[in-house]
C-alpha cells in the first residue's frame, strides 16, 4: 500500500512508530533518532542527484531580442572557474549535509564507473585564487566602494531560488557571504517554483540555483547541446563546438568508444564551468527490516519490489 502523507514530519513519526514501512528523502537531522528503532534501517543512495548554480552564458536581455550575445558577468569561462572558486561547497555537504554527499566535479556521477572521469580534481575553495582570477580578468574595485568592477560595471546580480527549500537557502546565504568576500554584490530572490520553472525555460534569469536528478542512462545532450531550439534544458545556455561534436558521436559509438567520449565531455564541462556543480546529495531511505529481499541501490528503494517479502 503506498500512503498519501503530505506533511515530511508525519510520515517520519509514522516510519518511527511502524505504521509505515519505507520512506524516501529522510533528513539528515531525523538520521539520529530513526536510528534508535532497531526495527529500521537507514540506507543512502548516492550519486543520482546535484545542486548547481547556473551561470547564464549569454545576455538575457540580447536573447530576449533574438540575439545570441555573451553574458557581461558570466560570458568568460575564466570568471565562472572564479565563482565556484569562490564558493565554500564543502560546509554544506559538512555542516547542512552531515557528510551525506559530496562535492560535484561534473554532471557525470561516480555511479557511472566506467565512464566517469576521476583524473578530474575538486576545485577547492580558494578565495585567494578567485580574487586573482578575477583581477587578472580585469574585475578590480576601481572606486575603493568594496565591489569589484570593469569597465563601469559593477559585479553584482540576483540569484533565484525556488522558495520553501531550506538548503537552498542555507546555500545561498553562506555563498553570498562569500562572494562579498571577494567583492561581489549577490542578492537573494526566492520564486514559487512554478514561476521558477517557467523562467528557467524563458531564460529570464543570469543566475540560479536549482538541482538535476540524472537520468539512467546517461543523457548529457538534453542539457549541453548548443543548438537552444533542440534542447530547451539547456538552461545556461552553453554553446561549445567540441561538445556537439563528441555528443553527436555517441549517438553512434560503440560502447567502447563512449568511455573516452565521456571523459572528454566532462574535461571540457570542468574546465568551461556553465553550471558551478555543488554537491551530490544522498537520497536517504529508512525501512523496516521486516521487509526481506529488499535491495537498494541508485536505481531506488522499490524496484523488484514484487521480490519482498514480509
Not at 530547451?232 to 545556455?237: A, C, D, K, Y
Not at 565531455?265 to 536517504?284: A, H, K, R, V
Request: glycine share 4%; proline share 4%.
Amino acid at each position: 500500500i503506498f500512503k498519501v502523507i503530505p506533511d515530511y514530519q508525519n510520515r517520519v513519526a509514522q516510519l518511527f512508530s511502524e505504521e509505515i514501512d519505507l520512506m524516501e528523502d529522510i533528513k539528515t537531522d531525523d538520521i539520529k533518532n530513526l536510528r534508535g528503532n532497531s526495527n529500521l534501517s537507514v540506507k543512502p543512495i548516492s550519486g543520482r542527484d546535484f545542486d548547481y548554480i547556473g551561470w547564464n552564458n549569454i545576455s538575457v536581455t540580447k536573447y530576449a531580442n533574438g540575439e545570441i550575445k555573451a553574458n557581461k558577468l558570466f560570458g568568460n569561462p575564466k570568471v565562472r572557474k572564479a565563482l565556484t572558486l569562490a564558493l565554500n561547497r564543502e560546509v554544506v555537504v559538512e555542516e547542512y549535509l552531515s557528510g551525506f554527499g559530496a562535492l560535484a566535479k561534473t554532471p557525470v556521477s561516480s555511479i557511472f564507473k566506467s565512464i566517469y572521469n576521476d583524473k578530474i580534481n575538486n576545485i577547492k575553495f580558494n578565495p585567494e585564487l578567485s580574487k586573482r582570477i578575477l583581477n587578472e580578468n580585469g574585475w578590480v574595485d576601481s572606486n575603493g566602494d568594496g565591489t569589484i568592477d570593469k569597465n563601469g560595471e559593477e559585479f553584482e546580480f540576483t540569484l533565484h531560488i525556488p522558495s520553501g527549500n531550506p538548503r537552498r537557502e542555507f546555500a545561498a546565504s553562506l555563498f553570498q557571504n562569500n562572494l562579498k568576500a571577494i567583492g561581489i554584490d549577490m542578492t537573494i530572490e526566492s520564486n514559487e517554483l512554478g514561476l521558477f520553472i517557467d523562467n528557467l525555460f524563458e531564460k529570464k534569469y543570469d543566475a540560479w540555483m536549482a538541482a538535476w536528478v540524472v537520468p539512467i542512462p546517461m543523457n548529457l545532450k538534453i542539457s549541453w547541446y548548443s543548438d537552444l531550439e533542440l534542447t530547451p534544458l539547456n538552461f545556461s545556455s552553453f554553446q561549445n563546438k567540441q561538445i556537439d561534436t563528441l555528443l553527436d558521436k555517441l549517438e553512434v559509438a560503440t560502447e567502447s568508444e563512449k568511455i573516452d567520449i565521456y571523459k572528454s565531455i566532462q574535461e571540457i564541462l570542468y574546465e568551461n564551468q556553465p553550471y558551478s556543480f555543488l554537491y551530490w546529495i544522498d537520497n536517504i531511505t529508512c525501512y523496516n527490516t521486516r521487509i526481506k529481499n529488499i535491495s537498494i541501490d541508485p536505481l531506488g528503494s522499490v524496484k523488484h519490489c514484487w521480490n519482498w517479502k514480509l
